[in-house]
């Protein structure tokens, strides 16, 4: 599978919201201005290459949140990971998690937890690593 670098995707969600892939990276902006963005690598092992991808950031800026952008931009990431025959996708899941806000979205998206690290942060707070499978 060969990975995007120097290709420009653009989706227009409304007048204003467009998310733009570049390298291993999905862009939603407003007018010209980064709002958020989903960063993604697929597996380095060989034998798998292509067929794994791994979400290690998913990010929207304090100012836009609560408005559904994240759904979209992760909705619109699994449909590309489908397009490109990806297989599993893997995601790790931080602070904002344990607010609940990150475990609702990736639950509603199908994700499965599989894994849970207690005292990964030095205040105790745990991280999640959550999978989905999304061809056969």
Avoid: H
């Avoid at 979209?72 to 995601?91: C, D, E, G, M, T």
């Avoid at 904002?96 to 849970?116: I, N």
């Amino acid at each position: 599978m060969v990975q995007p670098s120097s290709f420009w995707l653009f989706f227009l969600y409304n007048r204003t919201m467009k998310i733009i892939l570049s390298k291993n990276k999905f862009i939603l902006k407003e007018r010209n201005k980064n709002v958020g963005y989903l960063k993604f690598e697929y597996a380095s092992d060989a034998s798998i290459k292509g067929r794994n991808v791994e979400i290690p950031y998913c990010f929207i800026k304090l100012e836009y949140r609560r408005k559904g952008l994240a759904k979209k931009l992760l909705n619109y990431a699994l449909n590309y990971f489908k397009k490109k025959k990806v297989i599993w996708v893997s995601l790790w899941t931080g602070k904002d998690l344990e607010q609940k806000k990150a475990y609702t979205l990736y639950k509603k998206f199908g994700f499965k937890q599989v894994a849970y690290q207690e005292d990964y942060y030095e205040d105790g707070v745990g991280v999640r690593l959550f999978v989905k499978r999304l061809n056969s």
